[in-house]
């Protein structure tokens, strides 16, 4: 087809919107399962990666396997487990690259809004791209978009920071130009981001405290499986890869349900591997002790254990207490701790946003989205021909985007062998549903999205997705129709 990037007008049969790893994969998904379709990706930066691309802060890198987070069908082929950002934004890019993906990519182009009409059978997409509007259509959408804003962090109260005369750094947004060499660096925050940020910023700094109101679990594992070196080297490739894919897989999805089922256990378990690590001076408790079960919150994972290296070296401290206030010079804890800085970090979370911020309606009808309930993970009630890429917050989230490509494929598939136009999911009348998240985490960021996020339910379909396993088998061999109704089409599209 060639680059669209200069058509004024466009008319597809699947439009993505998104070209970050969610939206890549789909494509890769519709052009091989779909051969027939036009397709197209709108991408509101001018990059391939999406988050990959947008974080740029000391030391980003995945908290997933790239095994798992990696394409099935273009397995990472490194010997590293975790990768960091720019590796995972090269791999994401050449992968475009190799199966001309990334030719159906128009970049600054930004959806605004979707409409969708009952009596076109169509979506129309108002999109800004160059400070123009542009009109297009597609059959069917894919939002691609990831769970967060990219434009605004998560808003966290913090006392007296208007009074710091330091910087204030959020890791959304770091500068490339941020000297933070022999300075005072506290990072506010317990999460993933903290955990990476501490060790990669106390090469350079003169101290970083990490100051938390809360732990979060950490464990450390290698960062090149030997396994995988030693399955590289005397098995052919494509065994290999598939082999490490299903112990990624398995080995991860058994020690979640370990933990969920036996949370003391589990808690012995993480516990021992951090004593392991901890310098002699630092206290597990309450620095490494949650207040919450294992998997109730992410797992947070150090490479090689150099979050606890960097403890080691003397360096690195951890604060576990709430802020009473923010000083001209560096902060005060509520238990009376001061706390010297230069550099303030809030690694305080992701503001949560569906489809990009962009405006969904049916029939002009704006659409609520937090007061519908998604269907296999995938669809959203009511809302025809849309499905809305999420994935899974206790697995690799490609894993999810890849079982909502298939179910995708697999529905369209279904509606044009008969002769049908749209399917929308519908919640069957008189059917009592009880609504659970559609999340299964009480992370802080999550907790304030309600309001944000649709519904899932307490029976299928319109369950939560529970595990890659079983939304594998669905995806590719599960009931594509149950709770849809389908359109006819006043004519046949392909």
Not at 357 to 381: A, E, Y
Request: aromatic letters at 10%; hydrophobic letters at 40%.
């Amino acid at each position: 087809m060639g680059s669209i990037d200069r058509h004024d007008s466009l008319d597809v049969d699947v439009m993505i919107v998104g070209a970050g790893i969610s939206g890549i994969n789909a494509g890769y998904r519709v052009q091989t399962e779909l051969p027939g379709y036009s397709y197209a990706i709108l991408e509101s930066r001018n990059a391939i990666g999406g988050t990959w691309d947008l974080f740029r802060y000391p030391g980003i890198r995945s908290d997933s396997d790239l095994h798992t987070f990696g394409f099935l069908w273009r397995p990472w082929s490194k010997a590293n487990s975790i990768a960091d950002g720019e590796s995972i934004r090269n791999y994401i890019r050449e992968s475009a690259e190799k199966y001309g993906i990334d030719r159906k990519i128009q970049f600054h182009h930004k959806l605004i809004a979707a409409d969708w009409s009952s009596e076109r059978q169509n979506w129309t997409l108002a999109v800004e791209a160059g400070g123009e509007k542009k009109l297009y259509t597609a059959r069917f959408i894919i939002l691609s978009t990831g769970y967060y804003d990219y434009d605004e962090p998560l808003n966290a109260t913090i006392p007296g920071i208007n009074k710091f005369q330091g910087q204030v750094i959020h890791p959304q947004f770091w500068p490339e130009d941020l000297d933070y060499a022999s300075k005072n660096v506290v990072i506010i925050g317990s999460g993933a981001t903290a955990i990476t940020l501490l060790p990669n910023l106390a090469e350079k700094a003169t101290k970083v405290t990490m100051l938390q109101r809360s732990p979060s679990y950490i464990i450390a594992l290698p960062a090149v499986d030997r396994t995988g070196n030693f399955m590289r080297k005397w098995l052919p490739t494509w065994i290999a890869h598939t082999l490490m894919r299903w112990i990624f897989l398995v080995l991860p999805f058994l020690f979640f349900k370990f933990c969920r089922a036996f949370p003391k256990a589990g808690r012995k378990v993480i516990q021992a591997n951090t004593k392991r690590h901890l310098p002699p001076s630092m206290p597990h408790d309450p620095n490494f002790k949650p207040a919450y079960n294992p998997w109730e919150q992410r797992l947070c994972v150090c490479p090689d254990g150099d979050f606890f290296k960097a403890l080691q070296n003397g360096n690195s401290d951890i604060v576990t207490d709430t802020i009473k206030t923010v000083t001209a010079l560096g902060i005060e804890t509520a238990s009376g701790k001061t706390i010297d800085a230069d550099i303030i970090v809030t690694a305080t979370g992701l503001k949560v946003q569906l489809a990009g911020g962009s405006r969904i309606s049916v029939d002009r009808k704006p659409i609520d989205v937090s007061t519908k309930f998604m269907w296999k993970g995938v669809m959203l009630q009511d809302v025809p021909n849309a499905a809305f890429v999420i994935g899974y917050t206790n697995a690799s989230w490609t894993l999810g985007a890849d079982a909502t490509a298939q179910t995708v494929c697999r529905l369209l598939k279904h509606m044009d062998s008969h002769n049908a136009s749209s399917a929308v999911p519908r919640v069957p009348s008189g059917q009592k549903i009880k609504p659970t998240p559609v999340l299964n985490l009480n992370s802080t960021y999550i907790e304030k999205s309600k309001g944000q996020l649709p519904k899932a339910g307490n029976v299928a379909p319109w369950q939560p997705r529970a595990n890659y396993l079983a939304d594998y088998w669905t995806s590719n061999y599960g009931n594509v129709t149950t709770d849809l109704e389908f359109g006819k089409a006043l004519k046949k599209i392909n």
